[in-house]
């Protein structure tokens, strides 16, 4: 959460909006996640959400559906996605990344086992419906 706040402040001071971009994990193809994460920090995203591909996404609209059906097509978990958000880190991904999606799979990740996975992987917070 440090790392978020940071950012807004940061982006405060500079008298600015914060851009906040959006992907989900796996889509077109969990190879391509990694590069597209840094390739939205270099092209100035503050704060990336990444989306935790979820089988019945009622809340998000037609392309994010879709995104998700290839995604989970592609077998995107939310343990892979971790693994994006590790192997993006590993190549150095400073901005935050929240994980953005529906409590269920998370509930079924075990909430503890997950806050844990998440701070190893690098993950800065979450937006969960």
Do not use: W
Not at 16 to 28: E, I, M, N, S
Not at 31 to 38: F, G, K, N, S, V
Not at 93 to 103: E, H
């Amino acid at each position: 959460m440090e790392g978020i706040k940071q950012t807004f402040q940061r982006c405060k001071a500079q008298n600015r909006a914060a851009l906040v971009t959006y992907v989900t994990a796996g889509f077109p193809h969990p190879e391509q996640t990694p590069d597209i994460l840094l390739a939205m920090e270099k092209g100035g995203a503050d704060v990336i959400k990444l989306g935790v591909p979820f089988t019945d996404p009622i809340a998000d609209g037609p392309t994010i559906q879709t995104a998700n059906t290839i995604a989970l097509q592609h077998g995107v978990t939310l343990q892979s996605t971790l693994q994006m958000v590790r192997d993006a880190r590993q190549r150095g991904l400073k901005a935050p990344v929240m994980l953005m999606g529906y409590y269920n799979p998370l509930l079924s990740y075990g909430e503890e086992r997950l806050l844990n996975d998440c701070k190893e992987a690098g993950v800065n917070g979450f937006i969960i419906v």
